[in-house]
């Protein structure tokens, strides 16, 4: 009698665990492509990748589901145009506006609850102010991870590396008459003093002209060449996901939402710093020491917007570093959902304008 009580208690919780799991929803009306890990009573993360072409894959597979197992609710979403979401898109699809409609419409439609945390990657984390902006009366919380704020010192810090790289790799490629090679170099090294020639005028504001799609994609491409999202001091844990990942295929970057957001929003150009400190009672970041998009003083300056106690940097951490240091990430998550929600912010009126604490 004993054991048919236990085997009926077992399978009445797991009918009831099963429907309980049915209740939640895990599609909503978007053409986009939407996926969900854990179970929809927890603290729901929604992560917002970065681009704007990016895409999920390196979270989802690397991340998403040790994120649930600590008790989260993870929603991954590849936005409009961009991953396994429809290619059918219209131009006005690459605004800031649609981008947020979007978020809005998944938080409503999955029926999350109040606490919501956005996990905004690279561009994911401009989009996050962004929402957080249009949503004064949300308790929401964001986590900026390795997410620029002021993007022409971005892009003036990554053009003065490069100059300063550029003539000992010309140096190695002729004294091993790889003559081609060095040539191709010097034309680059001529772009990149052009570049930072034109993109920061002493006198007036900055041009369109010189941050459009092709020179930013220039930029971006040459950071990839030099590995500088990439740690130095990669671990055996993060070497492994890496090359777990590398056997799912790779998804190609697109084109038209990054070229979109450039020519609707010109977020390239902009510095979101005053946004930051006007919402910065919903923010935390953390970051990686290793990103080669930050130097010691983008990171310092990061730190000071957010506060101190705010802000992780994670060693032996590039670009991911919820791949590169996942532990690390993890606790810092959890640290930051136990904070209590910050109180609805009142309507920013901030507008974009055109030493780093370290968990061992």
């Avoid at 606490?115 to 401009?126: D, E, K, P, Q």
């Avoid at 810090?157 to 090679?181: G, V």
């Avoid at 990839?224 to 990439?230: A, C, E």
């Amino acid at each position: 009698m004993k054991t048919l009580t236990l085997f009926y208690v077992g399978l009445f919780l797991t009918i009831f665990s099963g429907s309980a799991h049915a209740s939640c929803p895990s599609k909503v009306k978007l053409p986009i492509h939407l996926k969900t890990y854990g179970h929809c009573q927890h603290q729901a993360i929604i992560y917002l990748h970065g681009g704007p072409g990016d895409h999920t894959q390196v979270f989802t597979h690397t991340t998403a589901k040790a994120i649930a197992q600590k008790g989260f609710f993870v929603v991954t979403y590849d936005r409009r145009g961009t991953g396994r979401s429809s290619r059918q898109t219209k131009p006005t699809d690459f605004t800031f506006k649609r981008a947020i409609e979007d978020l809005h419409q998944i938080i409503t439609q999955l029926k999350l609850k109040s606490g919501v945390i956005l996990l905004g990657h690279s561009f994911g984390g401009v989009l996050g102010l962004k929402y957080l902006e249009s949503h004064p009366d949300t308790h929401a919380k964001l986590v900026l991870v390795s997410a620029p704020l002021d993007y022409p010192k971005l892009f003036k810090q990554l053009l003065d590396r490069f100059l300063k790289m550029y003539p000992a790799f010309i140096q190695r490629a002729t004294q091993q008459k790889r003559h081609n090679m060095a040539s191709a170099m010097k034309r680059a090294m001529g772009t990149c003093q052009m570049l930072r020639t034109f993109m920061f005028p002493k006198k007036g504001p900055l041009s369109p002209l010189w941050y459009s799609t092709r020179q930013i994609g220039f930029i971006f491409s040459l950071a990839m060449q030099f590995g500088l999202y990439t740690p130095k001091n990669i671990s055996q844990a993060a070497k492994a996901r890496y090359a777990k990942l590398s056997k799912k295929g790779h998804i190609r970057m697109a084109y038209k939402p990054f070229a979109g957001f450039i020519r609707n929003e010109q977020y390239a150009m902009k510095d979101y710093t005053p946004l930051a400190q006007t919402l910065k009672q919903h923010i935390y970041g953390v970051y990686g020491q290793q990103d080669g998009l930050f130097n010691k003083t983008r990171l310092a300056h990061i730190q000071r917007v957010l506060g101190k106690q705010r802000m992780t940097i994670l060693q032996r951490a590039g670009h991911a570093p919820f791949v590169d240091r996942q532990q690390a990430f993890l606790q810092a998550l959890k640290r930051i959902s136990s904070n209590p929600t910050s109180k609805p912010t009142s309507q920013p009126s901030s507008q974009p304008s055109s030493q780093p604490s370290s968990n061992p």
